[in-house]
T-cell receptor, first 114, second 115 residues
Framework: AQSVTQLGSHVSVSEGALVLLRCNYS??????LFWYVQYPNQGLQLLLK??????LVKGINGFEAEFKKSETSFHLTKPSAHMSDAAEYFC????????????FGGGTRLMVKP | GAGVSQSPRYKVAKRGQDVALRCDPI?????LFWYQQALGQGPEFLTY????????KSGLPSDRFFAERPEGSVSTLKIQRTQQEDSAVYLC?????????????FGSGTRLTVV
């Protein structure tokens, strides 16, 4: 069975500082990995995904994530936080033999201080 | 349409009432998923359709929950005899392939409040 752990339910950074949101997963087969962002009262918007190929994945809004198989991690980073980045972030994993369903972590709320 | 559309956006139901939640996926998308998101938590899988076939319903919490996608496009999630613990945001997602490697597009969700 696949599972996702997001370390830190709340992360607070200053505007302009580095953003690092942690995600570790467990999967019995090579997974597909995703980061989604959710703004209040909205659905989930895809930030980036890893399926195959290059392990450093660039997404929208300046975010990127690196798939590290040896560490079973897929941490999300952004060099410089902007106020508009304040939202809830979800890491998710899917496996082709698990009906392709997404399994989500518990989420990390990012707060950006001026 | 351009995105996944869900209706209604908000639903308040009295305990014991039946509700039906609708999902209009992106045209041509093969896969359709329903998720339940409780307050302050990540979405949890309910059920999965590939075209009109319901291939996985292992996440449905009880037999009061029922989903269908009769023509392989629009899907309806029905909850019978609603209980307070059913209060959550119900999210629908669709994907153009069977493997999910192109990602999944989510709707804005239906917020169900059972009073």
């Amino acid at each position: 069975a696949q599972s996702v752990t997001q370390l830190g339910s709340h992360v607070s950074v200053s505007e302009g500082a580095l953003v690092l949101l942690r995600c570790n997963y467990s999967s019995s087969v090579p997974p597909y990995l995703f980061w989604y962002v959710q703004y209040p009262n909205q659905g989930l918007q895809l930030l980036l995904k890893y399926t195959t190929g290059a392990t450093l994945v660039k997404g929208i809004n300046g975010f990127e994530a690196e798939f590290k198989k040896s560490e079973t991690s897929f941490h999300l980073t952004k060099p410089s936080a902007h106020m508009s980045d304040a939202a809830e972030y979800f890491c998710a994993v899917s496996e082709a033999n698990a009906g392709n369903m997404l399994t989500f972590g518990g989420g990390t709320r990012l707060m950006v201080k001026p | 349409g351009a995105g996944v559309s869900q209706s209604p956006r908000y639903k308040v139901a009295k305990r014991g009432q039946d509700v039906a939640l609708r999902c209009d996926p992106i045209s041509g998308h093969v896969s359709l998923f329903w998720y339940q998101q409780a307050l302050g938590q990540g979405p949890e899988f309910l059920t999965y359709f590939q075209n009109e076939a319901q291939l996985d319903k292992s996440g449905l919490p009880s037999d009061r929950f029922f989903a269908e996608r009769p023509e392989g496009s629009v899907s309806t999630l029905k909850i019978q005899r609603t209980q307070q613990e059913d209060s959550a945001v119900y999210l629908c997602a669709s994907s153009r392939t069977q493997t999910g490697n192109y990602g999944y597009t989510f709707g804005s969700g239906t917020r169900l409040t059972v009073v």
